[in-house]
């Protein structure tokens, strides 16, 4: 897990199906020494397992990602950056149907639409 690692969240909001929280990166963590040195930047699949972790603790299971229709990176994000995490989800028969977005300033960061399945 990164969560309690690579990051920490805060200002949990939490609603129907839905949920945001802001998340503070650890810039000392050993991914922003490899990626990349004086230019610490959050790799992709890193906001893409934030958006697995989150998902699971709220809803208190087990998750892999079975499929990513849509992973936009909009804008790079640095390590001082402290992101809004948004995430929805909705129930189907095999899963879970999710759409996550990641703001800072008002301003997109990363976007990930996909279908997670119960471990």
Same mark, same amino acid.
């Given at each position: 897990? %990164?969560?309690? =690692? %690579?990051? @920490?969240?805060? $200002?949990?909001?939490?609603?129907? #199906? &839905?949920?945001?929280?802001?998340?503070?990166?650890? $810039?000392?963590?050993?991914?922003?020494?490899? #990626? !990349?040195?004086?230019?610490?930047?959050?790799? =992709?699949?890193?906001?893409?397992?934030?958006?697995?972790? %989150?998902? &699971? @603790?709220? %809803?208190?299971?087990?998750?892999?990602?079975?499929?990513?229709? +849509?992973?936009?990176?909009?804008?790079? @994000? @640095?390590? =001082?950056?402290?992101?809004?995490?948004?995430?929805?989800?909705? &129930?189907?028969? +095999?899963?879970? +149907?999710?759409?996550?977005?990641? +703001?800072?300033?008002?301003?997109?960061? !990363?976007?990930? $639409?996909? $279908?997670? &399945?119960?471990?």
């Amino acid at each position: 897990m %990164l969560m309690n =690692d %690579l990051y @920490t969240c805060r $200002s949990f909001k939490q609603g129907d #199906h &839905e949920f945001s929280c802001q998340v503070v990166f650890n $810039s000392g963590h050993d991914v922003f020494q490899e #990626h !990349f040195p004086g230019k610490p930047i959050v790799p =992709d699949i890193c906001m893409m397992e934030i958006v697995k972790e %989150l998902l &699971e @603790t709220q %809803l208190g299971k087990s998750l892999w990602l079975r499929d990513a229709g +849509n992973v936009k990176l909009l804008q790079i @994000t @640095t390590a =001082d950056v402290q992101p809004m995490v948004k995430i929805s989800w909705k &129930e189907g028969d +095999n899963g879970y +149907n999710a759409s996550a977005s990641f +703001n800072w300033n008002h301003a997109p960061l !990363f976007k990930l $639409s996909g $279908s997670y &399945e119960n471990l």
